[in-house]
């Protein structure tokens, strides 16, 4: 495996390996890696030639009073599973590198993003989509990975793969889920241990929602039920309990066609703020 801190060092090696044929896979991360990472690397190792890693904890997505700074890294940690996990090159620049001159453009998301995540964090999307896009461009992937863990996020690379026309395969991967039922992420070490104990019953008030939802609860009913499940559940108030169509991120009321449905929710606890959500089939039986 290969590290490579520089742009123009990974487009170079890149443009060797695509004028031999070989197809590039790529995993974008922000890295301190779990198994949900690693599950996206697995998964890119069976489709392609040569695996690309990026390691990158963008500024750009993060908001003024966000967990920038405290974001957990440990670059030596990462580069011993991304050997395991047969990265062939390791993609882990600076920020002076990503944003060397004064940037004169920036990627703005205009659908998907008044919702969710999205609404609760002004910009993020913007600062997401911008990062893919410059490491789309330096790592020339033929197919990349995402986790359904950040939905939101691939319904905003999926508009950003369309509106550029990028030839790039998006290829979404389900979530990673420790045996409680907990999604696995970075930022689950800031749990307290009182408070780890409680972070399942995310999960537990999705299942419990969409079971409703397919009983023909009303949605309004069913994020009724599900914050008031969280709140006992957690103590902590949900930051959002939020039903739409996927990945349109539509009302469910204002789609016609039956299609697939997201509940989401976030919740924020003493230091981590944690999202989940589940995609399914849905039929509005009309
Ligand atoms: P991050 O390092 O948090 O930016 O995540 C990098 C990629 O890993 C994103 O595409 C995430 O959606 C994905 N990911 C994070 N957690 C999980 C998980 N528990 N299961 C599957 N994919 C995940």
Redesign the pocket.
């Given at each position: 495996m290969k590290i490579i801190k520089q742009i123009s060092d990974m487009q170079r090696v890149i443009k060797i390996e695509k004028q031999q044929g070989k197809k590039i896979g790529f995993?974008?991360?922000?890295?301190?890696l779990?198994e949900?990472?690693q599950?996206?690397l697995q998964e890119a190792r069976k489709n392609n030639d040569i695996v690309v890693l990026s390691i990158f904890v963008n500024p750009l997505q993060f908001g003024p009073n966000e967990d920038l700074d405290a974001y957990p890294r440990d670059f030596e940690r990462d580069e011993e599973i991304a050997k395991l996990r047969g990265v062939d090159f390791l993609f882990y620049p600076s920020v002076e590198e990503m944003y060397k001159e004064n940037r004169t453009t920036i990627i703005k998301v205009e659908q998907r993003v008044d919702v969710l995540c999205g609404k609760h964090r002004p910009g993020h999307f913007d600062g997401v989509a911008t990062v893919v896009m410059k490491l789309f461009q330096i790592v020339s992937p033929d197919a990349a990975?995402?986790?359904?863990?950040?939905a939101q996020?691939v319904a905003v690379i999926e508009g950003l793969i369309t509106d550029y026309h990028l030839p790039i395969e998006l290829v979404k991967?389900?979530?990673?889920?420790e045996e409680d039922g907990l999604?696995?992420?970075?930022r689950n070490v800031y749990l307290t241990e009182e408070e780890r104990t409680k972070a399942p019953s995310l999960y537990k008030s999705l299942t419990l929602g969409k079971s409703l939802l397919e009983d023909g609860e009303k949605v309004h009913t069913v994020k009724q039920k599900m914050e008031e499940d969280i709140l006992l559940q957690t103590g902590y108030k949900a930051e959002y309990v939020e039903i739409y169509a996927y990945p349109t991120l539509q009302e469910l009321e204002k789609v016609k066609e039956a299609e697939s449905v997201i509940i989401a929710i976030a919740v924020k606890f003493s230091k981590a703020r944690l999202i989940d959500n589940i995609v399914f089939s849905y039929n509005k039986g009309e």
């Open positions: 995993v974008p991360t922000m890295g301190f779990h949900g990472h599950t996206l990975y995402f986790g359904m863990k950040d996020q991967v389900g979530t990673v889920r999604a696995k992420s970075s």
